[in-house]
């Protein structure tokens, strides 16, 4: 069974600071990852993907991977009271659908 | 808006009963994609569709869970003698033509099954 791990939180931050998001996977063949972000009451949207190791950045989003830890992560830089939803971490493994975690609740006080 | 577009948005049923839930995929996507998800909990897998074929069924889907997509366009999702533990919300997503192994999803709103 591949699971995919994350705190559920909620992880709170005050605005402008940076939230980090933390994720560990069990299948160390998957090659595939990606950040969903899904606020309350509707489907989930992706925000970043992510294949090969270190960092991809995009505005105030950061992707880190560590393939060799089975660790993905999400930064978020001056945190906006918006970004408060849920961030679903999701892996692809070989042929296999994407596989989500559970989830962490981030809560941006203004 | 040419987004992945679901019906019905809410459905309430009694325990029993049987419902069917619509997914229409963005038009030029392949791939359609069923998931459950309940509160507190991430989107779980059922099922994908490659064009017309199921590629792939969650071991978790009982026998009263089935899915189709007969022309490659449209897709449905059938429960059968519902049950209280059916209760979630089913969303749908489709992906690209031509990305294998992608993991780049479009989601539509989902539908919310409510069974009493």
């Known amino acids: 069974q591949k699971e995919v791990e994350q705190n559920s939180g909620p992880l709170s931050v005050p605005e402008g600071a940076i939230a980090s998001l933390n994720c560990t996977y069990s299948?160390?063949?998957?090659?595939?990852f990606f950040w969903y972000r899904q606020y309350s009451g509707k489907s989930p949207e992706l925000i970043m993907s992510?294949?090969?190791?270190g960092d991809k950045e995009d505005g105030r989003f950061t992707a880190q991977l560590n393939k060799a830890s089975q660790y993905v992560s999400l930064l978020i830089r001056d945190s906006q009271p918006s970004d408060s939803a849920t961030y679903l971490c999701?892996?692809?493994?070989?042929?296999?659908?994407?596989?989500f975690g559970k989830g962490t609740r981030l809560s941006v006080i203004a | 808006d040419t987004g992945v577009s679901q019906d019905p948005r809410h459905k309430i049923t009694k325990r029993g009963q049987n419902v069917t839930f619509r997914c229409d995929p963005i038009?030029?996507?392949?791939?359609l994609y069923w998931y459950r998800q309940t509160l507190g909990q991430g989107p779980e897998f059922l099922t994908y569709?490659?064009?017309?074929?199921?590629?792939?069924k969650s071991r978790l889907l009982s026998d009263r869970f089935s899915a189709e997509r007969p022309k490659g366009s449209f897709s449905t999702l059938e429960i059968q003698r519902t049950e209280q533990g059916d209760s979630a919300m089913y969303l749908c997503?489709?992906?690209?033509?031509?990305?294998?192994?992608?993991?780049?999803?479009?989601f539509g709103e989902g539908s919310r099954l409510t069974v009493l």
């Open positions: 997503a489709s992906s690209p033509r031509g990305r294998m192994n992608t993991g780049e999803l479009f």
């Open positions: 299948d160390r063949g998957s090659q595939s």
């Open positions: 992510i294949y090969s190791n």
């Open positions: 999701a892996v692809v493994s070989g042929n296999t659908p994407l596989v």
């Open positions: 038009s030029e996507h392949n791939r």
């Open positions: 569709f490659q064009n017309e074929a199921q590629l792939e």
